[in-house]
């Protein structure tokens, strides 16, 4: 149950028409803004929500059992505030939300109607349509280890352990050549063997990327050359010049963990444990029929 202050539910039960819509985002790299349906800037709790944005919210879909409510706001890209280019680079990619019922005429009086995040967010050409979920979708994320063979700890995390920063699994490289939207010859990492950085993180220190961390999909040595290429094209395009911070890449695998980073110790998988594929296994000829188990 929502609780009014004394102004708003008189407002309410009068029938007024002086209500409006806010919206308050808060993205993940803390900036806050604030929207409104209203044609004048309103103002509360020390935001300023920006009219005549284009944004347009949906119908609210609700439930009364534990299933994500949702909601979906559509609205073109005219405020300053939103940018095709940082909806791509996932900038507002699970941002908190705040819907508010204000009065316009008196923004003191107001009921915050719901919060959630940012779900999925749909471009179009001349439109983006955003999803807002409740907090209830907090609660169809996975809690707890996984049984798996391969490690599901993040490489040189709290539980892995490994020292990203080493000398050996870090390194810095400038981009000397263009290949593709993704890939690209570089400089600076000729110590090392080639898919050495493979599923590793690449983090831009110059250029139009600067401070932005991409994931490697492949470290090539072709002919000599260094080629790094990456798993997705970046959200802007890189440049002759631009220089990047590169780490160690992991397969999650046993084998790699005892040969690359020597750190069986810390090995977050079960590397031992029966497959799906012992289950379909069969009596075959080539196998020796030595008695070793399978």
């Known amino acids: 149950m929502k609780k009014l202050v004394e102004g708003l539910a008189t407002l ?7 209500l409006s819509w806010c919206w308050r ?6 900036v806050v803004f604030g929207f409104t349906d209203h044609d ?11 009219p005549e944005t284009g944004l347009i919210p949906s119908e609210l879909r609700a439930s009364s059992d534990l299933a994500v409510d949702a909601q979906e706001a559509e609205g073109v890209l005219s405020s300053d505030h939103i940018s095709e280019t940082d909806i791509f680079a996932g900038l507002w990619d699970n941002a908190s939300v705040e819907v508010w019922r204000v009065n316009w005429q008196n923004p003191e009086e107001r009921v915050l109607m719901r919060r959630g995040s940012i ?6 050409k001349t439109a983006f349509v955003a999803e807002v979920r409740s907090m209830a979708h907090v609660l169809e994320q996975s ?28 390194a810095t490289g400038t981009v000397t050549s263009l290949i593709s939207d993704r890939g690209f010859v570089v400089s600076g990492l000729d110590e090392f063997a080639a898919d ?3 599923l590793g993180l690449l983090n831009w220190q ?15 040595i072709i002919s000599g050359v260094t080629i790094i ?54 009596a075959a000829t080539s196998r020796g029929h030595k008695g070793e188990p399978l």
Do not use: M
């Open 206 to 220: 110059s250029g139009e990327n600067q401070d932005r961390q991409v994931e490697v999909s492949r470290h090539e």
């Open 229 to 282: 290429t990456l798993l997705e094209a970046p959200v802007r395009r890189f440049t002759i010049g631009d220089t990047f911070q590169i780490k160690a890449g992991c397969d999650k695998l046993w084998q790699t963990c005892l040969e690359k980073f020597s750190n069986g110790d810390n090995y977050r998988g079960f590397p031992h444990i029966p497959g799906n594929d012992t289950l379909i296994r069969y």
């Open 40 to 50: 004048l800037t309103l103002q509360f709790d020390g935001t300023s929500f920006e």
């Open 12 to 18: 309410l039960a009068s029938g007024s028409t002086t």
């Open 25 to 30: 985002l808060i993205r993940k790299d803390g």
């Open 196 to 198: 050495w950085f493979a």
């Open 143 to 170: 809690v707890g280890r996984t049984f798996q063979n391969a490690c599901d700890a993040a490489l040189g995390d709290n539980r892995c352990k490994v020292n990203l920063e080493a000398p050996e699994l870090s």
């Open 119 to 124: 779900g999925q967010i749909r471009r179009g």
